[in-house]
């Protein structure tokens, strides 16, 4: 199912600036939690997204530090505190100066987990950084 939302997601993005992005880039989970889970959701979206556009995912330009709660009962300020310092610059982010990244995640509800994201991309000299998601609640 995710590889095809992706690739749903993917045709929208065909003919938008969206489309120029150089990495696509996942919104990563704690290994803990992949690890259970089997996958991450965002990066299957993220891989039928590149079916579609051509460009490259990469998951090590993010990581996740910390194990955090679901956010799915939280209120808009719990949810901004249970992002906070959560994510972190990943091994490969250095080489990465002047790009242009698609973040993708599943879901957006507050925006704070993308934000916490955004802001570990832009902190990357000259980069910049658009945002998809398949659903917003």
């Avoid at 199912?1 to 003919?15: H, P, T």
């Avoid at 299957?44 to 997204?49: D, L, N, P, S, W």
């Avoid at 249970?82 to 973040?103: I, P, W």
């Avoid at 993708?104 to 980069?127: F, R, Y």
Wanted: charged share 20%; glycine share 10%; hydrophobic share 40%.
């Amino acid at each position: 199912m995710g590889l095809f939302l992706g690739r749903m997601l993917g045709a929208e993005v065909m003919g938008t600036p969206f489309s120029t992005a150089d990495v696509l880039v996942p919104v990563p989970l704690h290994k803990k939690k992949q690890k259970s889970r089997g996958y991450n959701q965002s990066e299957v979206i993220a891989e039928g997204v590149s079916v579609v556009t051509g460009i490259p995912v990469n998951t090590r330009l993010l990581l996740r530090k910390t194990d955090t709660d679901s956010q799915t009962r939280k209120g808009r300020f719990e949810r901004w505190e249970n992002m906070d310092s959560v994510f972190g610059e990943g091994d490969q982010a250095a080489s990465f100066a002047g790009r242009t990244f698609l973040l993708i995640d599943d879901v957006v509800t507050t925006g704070s987990t993308l934000e916490s994201c955004a802001a570990i991309l832009t902190a990357i000299p000259g980069s910049s950084v658009y945002v998809a998601t398949v659903a917003c609640a």
